[in-house]
């Protein structure tokens, strides 16, 4: 640690903070105008100031979203939807996150004729543009019998995941010395215990890392879900496009708002929980601990 | 406690033109504590990993207790060793890393118990039991990583330079512990160093590795003051062996070696009668920084000693000796002179050579001339 000499007050460090903030304000106001307008009546944002306050608040716009805004041909709101993302992502996130583990295990511990060869073709796997694997994907998955199913889609997100979660735990892995698993092999533990009693235990900074992105891109999918689901099985996403195109009278601004939010809020969630690790987790192993 | 035997051992690793280990053979006693030593690269971490089954074998067997177990996985082994790097596990307690290798083996809890608590006892680490690795000084990781080994209560030992993380006091400190543990334990243990006064002062037998080659085995002694070849000579030993080119003379009196110093002044070494068949020949006179002193009265009358004025070119004080620098025949050599008797470099002193522990190389094969 060192200590900074405080000079007292500087103009350059005011301009600085005042630079600061106006970038941070820039980032909230549309937050800021989404979350206002969720609360306002359909009267008021019509007649209303866009940045202006709610004149009265109001909760029924986000009651409205939950369990009767029509999204499509139905009314019953997003929240069937809202619990179809949770059935794909969850599963998902979990299976591609410990696959990735296993294969950063074996990709930097025990290390085979070519392993490095597989790790590089797999990373391509990383930059394959989603729209190339539509079609392919869809045959594939009809004849799995898994077409328009949600088990689908979690097979889909696995296998777009793990070219991610391989590298991020393949690249913590290379960190961690070889020595620990020549010690573990010599107290007797196998290929398993020590992936499970020795490197799992390890590996909270990365898992949080893995756990976070996976999440955000599963969760905020949208091609993959308008594509390989339909009716009760799409993803919130798709649920949320819907009801903000579903064109009957009036535009319910208030209603769009609050869906929106509603699908945003669980990456939000994970962020926050889990975000203190997202950065120890990206830093990790460039300093020696 | 138990014996091993490397028979031939051969190690070439794939894509790798030069074999790693070119066919080792140690036979290694119960209860011996045997040192590998040699410049880094010189294969005797590869040597260690091959015993320990962290590494195939290409030719040869390794032998414990009668039995071949060179295609065994490690965990058959029963051996147990001490990484440089310790190698702790960082998530587990002291308690839980000495415990890891008894729960894998499925010992009832009870007995793991008095097996941490003995060994615990044994490295003086009882009250870091709870605590991470993290949390602990290089000196007790390091005790933890022995204890991780002896929990086991394994047939060998292996020790992978367990000392060179530490700071020089913390060495010297446990490179007693081992010691002392070693005999109280009496247990086999193959230890790997580059140190060679770690080889000296722990071994009972030394064995000296270079480029995948056996140099010589032999007791500390044994490798210090008959070292087989030039490599051996100039390894062991700090500061180390000098290697003057010397030819060797009929004279009056005996066989003589001459040296000349940096001021052209020459002085007459007796030397040992078994290089008769040497005479008129060049050969390499290794000698040791103790072998030339000050002048020591007793040492007069004894055979196999000379005497002469060098020029002293460089004085370097270690506390309980003055290491001086002289040129014999255009070769730096060091001398180790008694503090109380000083030396000034830049001027002459009379220097006594004592010849009985001197040894001789061929100059063209650069093993020793061993007396007949």
């Known amino acids: 640690m060192t200590d900074v000499v405080r000079t007292g007050f500087r103009p350059s460090r005011v301009a600085i903070y005042g630079l600061l903030l106006l970038a941070a304000l820039v980032y909230l106001i549309p937050l800021f105008i989404m979350l206002v307008t969720s609360f306002k009546t359909p009267m008021d944002i019509r007649t209303g100031n866009l940045m202006a306050l709610p004149t009265d608040w109001t909760t029924i716009g986000w009651t409205k979203a939950w369990s009767e805004a029509c999204t499509g041909v139905q009314c019953e709101g997003i929240s069937g939807y809202f619990w179809n993302s949770f059935k794909m992502t969850v599963p998902a996130v979990l299976i591609s996150t410990l696959l990735g583990a296993f294969n950063g295990y074996v990709l930097s511990k025990w290390k085979f004729k070519g392993s490095d060869l597989f790790f590089g073709m797999l990373l391509f796997g990383c930059f394959v543009p989603f729209q190339v694997v539509l079609l392919p994907m869809a045959a594939t998955l009809g004849q799995l019998g898994l077409a328009n199913t949600t088990s689908g889609l979690v097979l889909v997100h696995v296998i777009y995941g793990v070219a991610f979660t391989t590298l991020f735990f393949r690249n913590y892995y290379v960190a961690i010395p070889d020595a620990l698993i020549k010690a573990a092999r010599l107290d007797g533990a196998g290929f398993f215990t020590i992936f499970f009693r020795i490197l799992l235990p390890m590996s909270t900074p990365i898992f949080m890392v893995s756990l976070i992105w996976q999440f955000t891109q599963i969760w905020n999918d949208f091609l993959f879900g308008v594509v390989f689901a339909s009716g009760d099985s799409q993803p919130i996403t798709v649920a949320l496009n819907n009801l903000v195109n579903t064109s009957t009278g009036v535009k319910e601004y208030n209603v769009d708002m609050a869906a929106a939010m509603i699908a945003a809020l669980p990456t939000l969630v994970v962020y926050i929980v889990a975000g203190k690790y997202f950065i120890r987790g990206l830093t990790a192993g460039s300093v020696k601990g | ?372």
């Open chain 2, 1 to 372: 406690m138990s014996q091993l035997e490397l028979r031939s051992i051969r190690k070439t690793y794939p894509g790798v033109a030069e074999e790693t280990l070119k066919g080792i053979d140690i036979d290694i006693a119960s209860g011996e504590f045997l040192i590998l030593v040699g410049p880094s690269g010189c294969g005797k971490s590869t040597l260690m990993n091959t015993i320990a089954g962290l590494e195939t074998i290409t030719d040869g067997s390794i032998v414990l207790d009668g039995k071949d177990i060179s295609t065994m996985e490690p965990k058959d082994r029963d051996i147990a060793m001490v990484f440089q790097s310790y190698a702790l596990y960082p998530t587990m307690s002291v308690r839980e890393n000495i415990a890891f290798g008894l729960k894998i083996r499925g010992l009832p809890k009870h007995e793991i118990d008095q097996e941490v608590e003995r060994v615990a006892d044994l490295l003086q680490i009882s009250q870091l039991l709870n605590k991470k690795p993290a949390n602990l000084s290089g000196g007790q990781q390091q005790r933890v990583a022995m204890g991780r080994a002896l929990a086991r209560r394994p047939r060998i030992y292996l020790f992978d330079e367990p000392l060179s993380n530490l700071d020089a006091k913390l060495r010297v400190e446990m490179r007693t512990e081992i010691k002392k543990l070693h005999q109280r334990l009496k247990t086999t243990i193959v230890y790997v160093t580059h140190d060679q006064i770690e080889a000296m002062t722990l071994a009972d037998r030394i064995a000296v590795l270079k480029d995948g080659e056996l140099q010589q085995l032999g007791t500390p002694k044994e490798v210090y003051d008959r070292p087989e070849n030039l490599f051996v000579a100039g390894f062991m030993g700090s500061p180390a062996m000098s290697f003057v080119p010397v030819t060797v003379e009929q004279r009056e009196g005996g066989l003589q070696a001459e040296v000349r110093g940096n001021d052209g002044r020459a002085v007459k070494l007796p030397v040992p009668e078994f290089l008769a068949d040497r005479v008129g020949k060049k050969v390499i006179l290794g000698i040791r920084p103790e072998h030339i002193t000050q002048p020591q009265d007793q040492k007069n009358d004894q055979t196999l000693v000379a005497k002469g004025e060098f020029t002293i070119e460089v004085t370097e004080p270690t506390g309980p000796d003055v290491i001086a620098l002289i040129q014999l025949n255009d070769t730096n050599v060091h001398c180790r002179i008694d503090p109380e008797h000083p030396v000034t470099w830049g001027e002459t002193a009379e220097l006594m050579f004592d010849m009985k522990k001197v040894v001789f190389f061929d100059p063209e094969t650069e093993k020793r001339i061993a007396p007949h």
